[in-house]
């Protein structure tokens, strides 16, 4: 008998590319083109260093209470953890622990049917329609779960509030994920919903709409008893999951409300100039809600067009995958960066 027998194995979600070379633009992995809130830069230039040595606050109360009071919830409503993806994983490692599948769509985040396999949730994913829309119907069934990514990822397409309030009034016994990561750039969000139904949890993110993705913040909101749940499966696995620089920063970076309106506004309104460019091409995607843009061209291949851009130096994400693998997902840059990409596809197409 090998110890590998005993190997827990699993194949690995693959993060979009981050390049080493200089000079690119990058549109692959829906960053923020715009920099952190101006106070968060100018609280690293003082920040005391020699705090460092002491372990951070393990209740990451100073995050917890900015995203509160931003939000007008109690903090008991409120967890945080090292991006949404930490958050996420601690969510399928709480609430799914039936023998039934828990459901999500085919194409959605990808991340999904890894911490399914990885924490041996049984799932069910179920297809999405030809238009890249969810039929609600089909989460009525029964089942161990719901997670819907909305804004959908990597489609961009938003499932209606109503639909979703359908989707938990036909869930009351299990617990119903809405991922939010690209919510804050057009999309109605879930989270009035969590006074009505407790057994909803709102997952948010830094990572995109505040310009944050290297800080790896993420945050949830649910009923009170949900989140006690969440937090004692999170000190379970470690207690200190959150630095203390990015704990200050990121309640610096939440309470900046008019910065955070500015740049979200700049990305919505360079996605839709760019919608009507990308028309004028020929491309074709579903209307986007998101920070990106999900699209084909009826006459050029997607892994022909994708090679064209980088060896243009602009690299976009491009899913080697069924029913998606002529599609590419375009981040939202500023407005310089979108213009270069769109003089490229004119070269290209």
């Given at each position: 008998?090998?110890?590998?027998?005993?190997?827990?194995?699993?194949?690995?979600?693959?993060?979009?590319?981050?390049?080493?070379?200089?000079?690119?633009?990058?549109?692959?992995?829906?960053?923020?083109?715009?920099p952190?809130?101006?106070?968060?830069?100018?609280?690293?230039?003082?920040?005391?260093?020699?705090?460092?040595?002491?372990?951070?606050d393990?209740?990451?109360?100073?995050?917890?209470?900015?995203?509160a009071?931003?939000?007008?919830?109690s903090?008991?409503?409120?967890?945080?953890?090292?991006?949404?993806?930490?958050?996420?994983?601690?969510?399928?490692?709480?609430?799914?622990?039936?023998?039934?599948?828990v459901?999500?769509?085919?194409?959605?985040?990808?991340?999904?049917?890894?911490?399914?396999?990885?924490?041996?949730?049984?799932?069910?994913?179920?297809?999405?329609?030809?238009?890249?829309?969810?039929?609600?119907?089909?989460?009525?069934?029964?089942?161990?779960g719901?997670v819907?990514?909305?804004?959908?990822?990597?489609?961009?397409?938003?499932?209606?509030?109503?639909?979703?309030?359908?989707?938990?009034?036909?869930?009351?016994?299990?617990v119903?994920?809405?991922?939010?990561?690209?919510?804050?750039?057009?999309?109605?969000?879930?989270?009035p919903?969590?006074?009505?139904?407790?057994?909803?949890?709102?997952?948010?993110?830094?990572?995109?709409?505040?310009?944050?993705?290297?800080?790896?913040?993420?945050?949830?909101?649910?009923?009170?008893?949900?989140?006690?749940?969440?937090?004692?499966?999170?000190?379970?696995?470690?207690?200190?999951?959150?630095?203390?620089?990015?704990l200050?920063?990121?309640?610096?970076?939440?309470?900046?409300?008019?910065?955070?309106?500015?740049?979200?506004?700049?990305?919505?309104?360079?996605?839709?100039?760019v919608?009507?460019?990308?028309?004028?091409?020929g491309?074709?995607?579903?209307?986007?809600?998101?920070?990106?843009?999900?699209?084909?061209?009826p006459?050029k291949?997607?892994k022909?067009?994708?090679?064209?851009?980088r060896?243009?130096?602009?690299?976009?994400?491009?899913?080697?995958?069924?029913?998606?693998?002529?599609?590419?997902?375009?981040?939202?840059g500023?407005?310089?960066?979108?213009?270069?990409?769109?003089?490229?596809?004119?070269?290209?197409?």
């Amino acid at each position: 008998m090998s110890w590998e027998e005993n190997v827990r194995k699993v194949v690995p979600y693959t993060p979009g590319e981050q390049p080493k070379i200089q000079n690119i633009i990058k549109l692959n992995t829906n960053e923020n083109p715009y920099p952190p809130a101006p106070a968060v830069a100018e609280a690293i230039k003082i920040m005391d260093v020699d705090r460092f040595k002491k372990y951070p606050d393990p209740s990451c109360s100073v995050l917890v209470d900015a995203i509160a009071d931003f939000y007008n919830v109690s903090s008991d409503r409120v967890f945080v953890g090292v991006g949404s993806d930490d958050v996420l994983a601690m969510a399928f490692l709480t609430f799914f622990n039936s023998d039934k599948p828990v459901l999500f769509p085919d194409i959605t985040y990808s991340f999904y049917d890894v911490w399914a396999n990885l924490y041996r949730i049984p799932f069910k994913q179920i297809p999405l329609n030809e238009d890249f829309t969810i039929t609600k119907e089909d989460y009525f069934g029964e089942n161990g779960g719901v997670v819907i990514a909305n804004p959908n990822a990597p489609t961009g397409v938003e499932l209606p509030l109503k639909d979703i309030e359908e989707i938990l009034q036909k869930n009351r016994d299990v617990v119903v994920i809405v991922d939010e990561a690209y919510i804050d750039f057009g999309g109605e969000s879930a989270l009035p919903l969590i006074d009505k139904y407790d057994n909803l949890l709102v997952v948010q993110t830094f990572s995109k709409s505040r310009s944050m993705a290297g800080m790896r913040i993420g945050y949830a909101f649910g009923n009170e008893k949900l989140i006690k749940y969440l937090s004692d499966v999170k000190y379970s696995f470690n207690s200190y999951t959150m630095n203390t620089p990015t704990l200050e920063l990121g309640a610096l970076a939440i309470s900046n409300r008019d910065y955070f309106d500015k740049t979200r506004n700049m990305v919505i309104g360079t996605r839709e100039r760019v919608k009507k460019e990308l028309k004028e091409l020929g491309f074709e995607f579903a209307d986007s809600k998101t920070n990106f843009i999900f699209a084909k061209h009826p006459d050029k291949s997607g892994k022909e067009i994708f090679a064209n851009l980088r060896s243009r130096g602009i690299i976009v994400r491009r899913f080697d995958l069924p029913r998606i693998d002529e599609y590419l997902r375009i981040s939202i840059g500023t407005d310089e960066e979108m213009d270069t990409l769109i003089r490229a596809l004119k070269e290209i197409i």
